[in-house]
């Protein structure tokens, strides 16, 4: 089964960078994709962006488009989200979630069989 941990959360001003890892227990090649999820205190979980595994293709939402990226290193089974311009409406918590099996881009949540334990971001306001 595979596990999923994130890194790198922190506190960090509006306009500040962040770079989050996502470190899978297996190979990252046996996964369809990789996903970045976010939940906010009050708000309903929402997709950020996806990775497909084999090919690098990404998808973001439209609210970090131009802001933030999403990666992955398939060598080190590992994926990051690097989240440039913050703003204070970006904190949340951060999930990244694996999909085992699929096609095209999807961050629907209950497509994503494997979650990680969650890194908090924060950004005052």
């Known amino acids: 089964q595979l596990q999923l941990v994130e890194s790198g959360g922190g506190l960090v001003q509006p306009g500040g960078s962040l770079r989050l890892s996502c470190a899978a227990s297996?190979?990252?090649?046996?996964?369809?994709?990789i996903a970045w999820f976010r939940q906010a205190p009050g708000r309903e979980r929402e997709g950020v962006s996806q990775?497909?595994?084999?090919?690098?293709?990404?998808y973001y939402t439209d609210s970090v488009k131009g802001r933030f990226t999403i990666s992955r290193d398939n060598a080190k089974n590992t994926v990051y989200l690097q989240m440039n311009s913050l703003k204070p409406e970006d904190t949340a918590i951060y999930y990244c979630?694996?999909?085992?099996?699929?096609?095209?881009?999807?961050?629907?949540?209950?497509?994503?069989?494997?979650w990680g334990q969650g890194v908090q971001v924060t950004l005052p306001s």
């Open positions: 990775i497909i595994t084999i090919d690098g293709s990404s």
């Open positions: 979630a694996g999909r085992g099996t699929g096609w095209g881009p999807s961050l629907d949540g209950s497509l994503y069989t494997y």
């Open positions: 297996g190979r990252l090649l046996d996964y369809y994709a």
